[in-house]
T-cell receptor, first 116, second 111 residues
């Protein structure tokens, strides 16, 4: 089945630094990828929709200058958390849309970000 | 806001069937029902989806009511490894509609 690879699976960084998370679709082309954030014991919250070759669409309340999204190719989207703060510590998950009829979304295994 | 509602938690004995309900009373005609599950600290895993007919695969069965306002995911012989949060979402086929997740059902399978 379709696979989405997300890297790194976990990262620890200091306050004020930036962290890049990669999301790759391994065996299909994804014109659209989604980025979610999940806090402990809560559901997935959509942060932004990433479209190949165009600017991402951010959900209300998500700072686009803090969470930079790049979707330069049909198989890769990146999320960069800039000037990270401890409150940015969370579980970040990407998903890719294999646009073909009723195909399901495919999810990466998530990235656990801890900002110290 | 999520277009589905699910009970927050359920439990089931190992080896028994787990029946997880989902209410999607505002579903539209071209929206599919998808089920995912999330094991702790992992990304969601696709289970099954359907439009109006009942569906079965190697993981589960999906029963959709005739009016499509609710559905039930059935794990026929639950194992301890099926302990997870189960999410039911609705989504248009091939469209740009963005699926949003409710709180899901936390299923605990006990020995």
């Amino acid at each position: 089945g379709a696979v989405v690879s997300q890297h790194p699976s976990w990262v620890i960084c200091k306050s004020g630094t930036s962290v890049k998370i990669e999301c790759r679709s391994l065996d299909f082309q994804a014109t659209t990828m989604f980025w979610y954030r999940q806090f402990p014991k809560q559901s997935l919250m959509l942060m932004a929709t990433s479209n190949e070759g165009s600017k991402a669409t951010y959900e209300q309340g998500v700072e686009k200058d803090k969470f930079l999204i790049n979707h330069a190719s049909l198989t890769l989207s990146t999320l960069t958390v800039t000037s990270a703060h401890p409150e940015d510590s969370s579980f970040y998950i990407c998903s890719a849309d294999d646009t073909g009829g009723d195909s399901p979304l495919h999810f990466g295994n998530g990235t656990r970000l801890t900002v110290t | 806001d999520a277009k589905t509602t699910q009970p927050p938690s359920m439990d089931c004995a190992e080896g028994r069937a787990a029946n997880l309900p989902c209410n999607h009373s505002t579903i539209s005609g071209n929206e599919y029902v998808y089920w995912y599950r999330q094991i702790h600290s992992q990304g969601p895993q696709y289970i099954i989806h359907g439009l109006k007919n009942n569906e079965t695969n190697e993981m589960a069965s999906l029963i959709i009511t005739e009016d499509r306002k609710s559905s039930t995911l059935i794990l026929p012989h639950a194992t301890l490894r099926d302990t997870a949060v189960y999410y039911c979402i609705v989504r248009e086929s091939g469209g740009s509609y963005i699926p949003t997740f409710g709180r899901g059902t936390s299923l605990i399978v006990h020995p």
